[in-house]
Antibody, heavy 122, light 110 residues
């Protein structure tokens, strides 16, 4: 059974760096073809694709946020970490991590965490 | 990367069929058969309903079907049920080797 859970601060100040951790079970990020991605949803708005990391440490980032995002993995801990620099109130959103089981299709997230709400405010 | 375009809302009566469109470009929807659809009930995790344009994951009702023509993908829900009321999002692989979601569609069961 695959499960994922996001953790991190509920509140960050503008200009600070956000660090989110995705802890997962039921699969290994050392298995060929497997990936983990991050998606966010601002209140009342649409889902937004942020980044993915694959078993071979290949990474892809949203072009509009690439300069602010870093995604890393710790295979031994079954964790993926997303950092986002220079946070702004417009980054207020629920952040989800999700499992990707097809290296060639980064739109196919078949298991999701419950999400964590991050509010950016001074 | 611009979001894929979906209608803001679609409604139907129980038992009817509805179709949600998802319009992109030749750099995403039109260029690849990697289009997925998600059902999202507020406060819950999104659920994958369709992948690779028209394939259903195990456990998803066959009332849900997907198709694509040119730069537009579509999700059809047949035999509409009250439990289908939710937000629906399309997603596609892009030529930048990233993904992109649609603007979202609120489905209302009348």
């Amino acid at each position: 059974q695959i499960t994922l859970k996001e953790s991190g601060p509920a509140l960050v100040k503008p200009t600070q760096t956000l660090t989110l951790t995705c802890s997962f079970s039921g699969f290994s990020l050392s298995t060929s073809g497997v990936g983990v991605g991050w998606i966010r949803q601002p209140p009342g708005k649409a889902l937004e694709w942020l980044a993915v990391i694959y078993w071979d440490d290949d990474k892809n980032y949203s072009p509009s946020l690439k300069s602010r995002l870093t995604i890393t993995k710790d295979t031994s801990k079954n964790q993926v970490v997303l950092t986002m620099t220079n946070m702004d109130p417009v980054d207020t959103a629920t952040y989800y991590c999700a499992h990707l089981n097809d290296y060639y299709d980064n739109s196919r997230f078949d298991y999701w965490g419950q999400g964590t709400l991050v509010t950016v405010s001074s | 990367q611009s979001a894929l375009t979906q209608p803001a809302s679609v409604s139907g009566s129980p038992g009817q069929s509805i179709t949600i469109s998802c319009t992109g470009t030749s750099s995403d929807v039109g260029g690849y058969n990697y289009v997925s659809w998600y059902q999202h009930h507020p406060g819950k995790a999104p659920k994958l309903m369709i992948y690779e344009v028209s394939d259903r994951p195990s456990g998803v009702s066959n009332r849900f079907s997907g198709s694509k023509s040119g730069n537009t993908a579509s999700l059809t829900i047949s035999g509409l049920q009250a439990e289908d009321e939710a937000d629906y999002y399309c997603s596609s692989y892009t030529s930048s080797n990233t993904g992109v979601f649609g603007t979202g569609t609120k489905v209302t069961v009348l």
